[in-house]
Every structure is written in structure tokens, then in C-alpha cells.
């Protein structure tokens, strides 16, 4: 479990619940900065900020991190969106303080004269930013009362689903019982003077980027043989596996496209 620094109280509210939430789908498909960084197309330093509540992550990142953790878009967009208008609210709206009563200089005359002195110079400005802050209290007030309710919503549709959710979405109904994130380990040897990494039962089955399973680890597993890293064996085709597989058909002198199929299998296999 990461263990992250605690959000800055001057954080919207807003911001602060969407941040939590980013964080739990993190923690819970068990993600580095390296992962998120290679499986969003985001850099492992932008999702430190993201997740540091320093900044606020784009909508296509949230949508990339739900997609590799197999949770439901739909509440986190609702709730960026809601963040974002309160996010440039924050920063447009000017800290605006009032000065202080000069106490110290008004303590000095006898004590009589003090409520008339405070009542006459203080009021007037006190009451000044008073009409056009208002719209901004009830605006910000309605925004959070939204962001928690939908978090309310959020959260025990988490507790009700359990992990429930994740595998439904990322996996067809026939294999929504299985292990949403399985373990491969290459074991590379030669089998009837062929190179096979005792994953995929020597298939040559042809997968294209977005593909997930055996065949992928198999493939990544020969690709790290033949000298090029696909990045980790987790038997997802991803922007570095699809990368190794270019690399290797123009190595190879194939047509690259960024597919296996028959002819790049088969010089994998050597």
C-alpha cells in the first residue's frame, strides 16, 4: 500500500475527494508510478502531482487509469468535472482580506470613545465585499453538497461491489471469476529446436495492440530473449510491448506493423 502526504488543507473539497479517489484505484490494482506512466501515456512525475493534489489531472488520464484498473469512468469524470469548475474558481477569485481594525491605535483614546471609533471606520468596508462574495458562498456551498453525495454514492458502490466491478468490466462474463491481474513467469527453453517460454503452449495465435492473456506474456517473454524489452511480463500489448515487436520486425527484416503474426512468431521462435 503507497503511503502518500497528506493533502493540503486549503485543497477544495471537491479536488480533495477526487484526489482519494484516484488514489484507491491506484493502491488497489497495486500500480507503481512506472505503471501508470507506461500504461496512460502520463508521466510518472504528472501523476505525482495528480496524486499529490498539487494539480488537477486531465480527463483523459482518469479515463486511462479507470480503463487499466477496470473501474467505472462515469463517477470519476462527474466528480473532475465538478472539481474542475471549483478549481478555477479558487484560483481566479482573489484573496481578498480585510485590513484590521487599528485597535492598538484606537485603545489608546479613553474607553468611551472606543465602540464609536470601531462602530464608524470598521463597518463600511466589513460590509462592502459582503453583496458580491454571496454568489460565490452559495455557488461553492451547492458544489460541495454535489461532490458529496456523489462521493457518498461512490464509495458504497465500492463496498457493495467488493472488487465485483473491476473484473466484470475488464473481462467478458465467461471469465469474470478469473484472477483480474495474473502472474506469468518466462521459462524459456528449446522445444523441438524451437524457442517457447512455457506460457502459451506454443500457439502462434496473431494479437494486435490492446490484446491481453498468455499469448502477450509468451511474446513478451521471447522478445526480453531475443534482447529487447517489452517492459514488464504482464501479458498486456501496451505502448512498450508494441514498441519491442517494431523493433524486433525491422531487426528482423519484416514488415513493420506492429502485429504478430505467422512470420514474426515464427522468428521469435528462432
Known sequence: ??????????????????????????????????????????????????????????????????RI????????IA?????????????????V??????????????????????IGPTTPPAAAPAPGRFPHIA??????ALAVALSAA?????????????????????TAAASPSPSYTCRIARVDGRWSAGINEGRNDEIVYGATGADVAEAQCLLRRAGISPGGIDGMFGPLTLRAVKTFQQ???LVVDG??????????RG
Not at 491506484?26 to 496512460?40: F, N, P, V, Y
Not at 484498473?69 to 470519476?76: E, F, N, S
Not at 466528480?79 to 484573496?95: G, S, V, Y
Open 251 to 253: 531487426r528482423s527484416g
Open 154 to 174: 461512490l464509495l458504497l458502490m465500492l463496498r457493495l461491489d467488493d472488487g465485483v466491478t473491476q473484473a466484470a468490466v475488464a473481462a467478458p462474463p465467461s
Open 139 to 144: 455557488l461553492t456551498a451547492g458544489v460541495i
Open 79 to 95: 466528480l473532475h468535472e465538478i472539481a474542475a469548475d471549483t478549481w478555477d474558481n479558487r484560483r481566479a477569485q482573489p484573496d
Open 69 to 76: 484498473t477496470g473501474a467505472d469512468p462515469v463517477p470519476l
Open 97 to 118: 482580506e480585510p485590513e484590521p481594525a487599528p485597535h492598538e491605535q484606537e485603545q489608546e483614546p479613553e474607553a468611551e470613545q472606543e465602540p464609536v471609533t470601531l
Open 1 to 66: 500500500m503507497s503511503r502518500y502526504k497528506p493533502l493540503s488543507d486549503e485543497l477544495d473539497p471537491c479536488a480533495r475527494q477526487l484526489v482519494e479517489q484516484l488514489r484507491r484505484l491506484k493502491d488497489q490494482g497495486e500500480l507503481t508510478m512506472r505503471h501508470l506512466a507506461a500504461k496512460t501515456g502520463y508521466s510518472a512525475r504528472s501523476w505525482e502531482r495528480y496524486l499529490g493534489g498539487t494539480s488537477l489531472p486531465p480527463r483523459e488520464a482518469l479515463e486511462a487509469l479507470a
Open 259 to 268: 502485429m504478430l503474426g505467422p512470420r514474426s512468431w515464427k522468428a521469435l
